[in-house]
């Protein structure tokens, strides 16, 4: 196809395709002509998960960049690398963190992580980070219980189990990097306003507001 | 306290107090004499609180500003506004999204809040940011199951079970805004980080990776 069908078919502006192709985020079409090149179904997937992940997951250019150069990679090791890359996106560290955890809360995630049976690693960021929350919460006077904490971690153990549950039925490598890295980006949108979906109907719950659907039903 | 103690019981560099004082993020203190001023626990609290919402949360001081004018402001309405502040934080809209959702991920959502019951308005933010992530997910080619989205929906109405049953238990007006405001900004962390820290537990689950607390297990 065109460039124009394909602005069409994704309802992208031509120049952004244009500045897509400059920045190397999508490959160039094939040569038709002096100023014509012809434009395929891998451009056209391409393009959309570009713009998945830069306009909802609010990744920059050059993430973006990053993160497909090691999906386009041909080696075969490229999982474990992709897997690094995506576990340092959206970080809470890359926010330059400057309280300083104290060792109550260290122990409170080692005791959280042993209580649960999950197997984790205290040097990988993700671990990190949460010792820097628990911390936060801690400094700031509302300090998490270890009875919510791991209902909190329950609930996210599950969220998890969810998406490996998609993954593992994709047999293509292409299609399954692809699908890693929209987890990565687009589930940490999902979760983020599923939460606030789920808060404003549990707070409703809490203020016993009438469910419009049974007229008259708490006051009868 | 003198400044000297505020600074150090918080690990905050004097300048940086400073700082907050002529953002007017931290209360002034009592006038004490022509360069000095006593602070009390208050400002000690509140410091905390402000380094957690920048530092952990990944506010900026504007954010932080709106938000604490609404907890400090005296009206007993303020409950209402304060949730209207904390619902535009950290929205996937504000990433200026221009996927344009279509009739079927409207539906889709629809759909979801219906199947689950749970009181809902699609005029709200979280609502239509759902909607945009739905599409998001469609347009990369990897759509969410509806399967898959009720399992997500009910894990985050987990979640915000836990937050809800702390919340109740506390009494003080300001306490109880205080936390509404670290429940928003560092729950969204702590929602984050736990997800990446479940990932890699249930990654480890897939790969069969032994436990090295049973040495030799899978293979004898």
Same mark, same amino acid.
């Given at each position: 196809m065109r460039i124009g069908e394909l602005s069409e078919r994704t309802g992208t502006p031509i120049p952004k395709?244009? =500045? =897509?192709? +400059?920045?190397g985020l999508l490959p160039v079409g094939e040569r038709t002509g002096r100023n014509q090149a012809r434009y395929g179904d891998e451009h056209l997937r391409r393009?959309?998960? *570009?713009? %998945?992940?830069?306009? @909802?997951g609010g990744l920059s250019i050059a993430t973006v960049r990053k993160v497909l150069g090691e999906v386009d990679a041909p080696e075969l090791t490229t999982h474990r690398r992709l897997g690094h890359t995506l576990n340092n996106i959206s970080t809470v560290g890359e926010r330059q963190a400057e #309280? $300083?955890?104290?060792?109550?809360? +260290? /122990? +409170? *995630? !080692? /005791?959280? *992580?042993? +209580?649960?049976g999950w197997t984790s690693y205290p040097l990988s960021s993700a671990y990190r980070d949460l010792v820097q929350v628990i911390a936060a919460y801690r400094q700031a006077g509302h300090p998490v219980s270890d009875a919510s904490l791991d209902r909190y971690?329950? /609930?996210? $153990?599950?969220?998890s189990r969810v998406g490996f549950a998609e993954f593992v039925r994709i047999t293509e490598r292409d299609e399954l990097l692809e699908k890693a890295v929209?987890?990565? @980006?687009?589930? %940490? /949108? #999902? *979760?983020t306003v599923l939460r606030r979906l789920a808060h404003m109907h549990i %707070? !409703?719950?809490y203020q016993g507001v009438p469910d419009p659907e049974q007229p008259g039903q708490p006051d009868d």
């Open positions: 395709i244009k =500045y =897509y192709l +400059r920045e393009l959309r998960l *570009v713009r %998945s992940l830069t306009e @909802v #309280l $300083e955890p104290e060792e109550e809360d +260290r /122990a +409170r *995630v !080692a /005791a959280m *992580v042993e +209580r649960l971690a329950l /609930a996210l $153990e599950e969220v929209i987890d990565t @980006v687009l589930g %940490s /949108a #999902l *979760v %707070s !409703a719950e």
